[in-house]
């Protein structure tokens, strides 16, 4: 395995549904981060982990539930979402948060739909 | 605050023509700066990135980039566009904000060749 790797690629839900996106870096990063891509608007920031430890939060609704159980593993629960919230879904990894700026390794992401 | 701005959302450009892509950022500090591209259905990947180093950035595939503070600029560049050099591209500015960098997106440029 390398770099950033996301499951599942592709994720169809209802409204009522819960369910889980997941994110693994191979890179030996300290900081991961969750982003939303939607058509014809920038890439937004949703979360931020350092050393699996919340250090953003950019006003993501509740129905966003992030969960970083090590500092390889990034997870997005999601719960009774709207169909606005369809979108590509990033993750990325950075080598650390010290002040230095490093470039961000992104997943592939997920494309979700929400019916 | 820092943002970025790309002009245009489409760019077409000839194989084997001179690609392009432009973008303005704002900063209240000395920025740092990125370009990345995105192929479909993949995440993105880190073209060049400026640190206040040299401020002629070269990058994978054949790009490079200037930054131009007069102008609060940095332009990607590519002497001889290929088809594989069909994809979105992004620009991102980073300001160091101890213990948590951010990046702040534009809202991309699609970039089509014409054979």
């Known amino acids: 395995e390398t770099g950033v790797t996301q499951t599942p690629r592709h994720l169809v839900m209802g409204m009522t549904n819960k369910k889980s996106l997941k994110c693994e870096q191979h890179?030996?990063?300290?900081?991961m981060y969750w982003y939303k891509q939607s058509a014809k608007k920038p890439l937004e920031l949703m979360f931020v982990?350092?050393?699996?430890?919340?250090?953003e939060n950019n006003s993501v609704p509740s129905r966003f539930s992030p969960e970083c159980p090590n500092s390889s593993h990034l997870f997005l629960h999601l719960h009774t979402l709207q169909p606005e919230d369809s979108a590509l879904y990033l993750c990325?990894?950075?080598?650390?948060?010290?002040?230095?700026?490093?470039?961000?390794?992104f997943g592939p992401g997920t494309r979700l739909t929400v019916t | 605050a820092q943002s970025v701005t790309q002009l245009g959302s489409h760019v077409s450009v000839s194989e084997g023509a001179l690609v392009l892509l432009r973008c303005n950022y704002s900063?209240?500090?000395?920025?740092?700066l990125f370009w990345y591209v995105q192929y479909p259905n993949q995440g993105l990947q880190l073209l060049l990135k400026?640190?206040?180093?040299?401020?002629l950035v070269k990058g994978i595939n054949g790009f490079e980039a200037e930054f131009k503070k007069s102008e609060t600029s940095f332009h990607l560049t590519k002497p001889s566009a290929h088809m594989s050099d069909a994809a979105e591209y992004f620009c991102?500015?980073?300001?160091?904000?101890?213990?948590?960098?951010?990046?702040?997106f534009g809202t991309g440029t699609r970039l089509t060749i014409i054979p």
């Open positions: 890179l030996g990063h300290n900081a």
């Open positions: 900063s209240s500090v000395p920025p740092y």
């Open positions: 990325a990894s950075s080598p650390g948060t010290s002040g230095t700026i490093y470039e961000q390794y």
């Open positions: 982990y350092s050393l699996e430890e919340r250090v």
């Open positions: 991102a500015v980073s300001e160091p904000n101890f213990g948590n960098e951010k990046l702040t």
């Open positions: 400026y640190t206040s180093a040299a401020t």
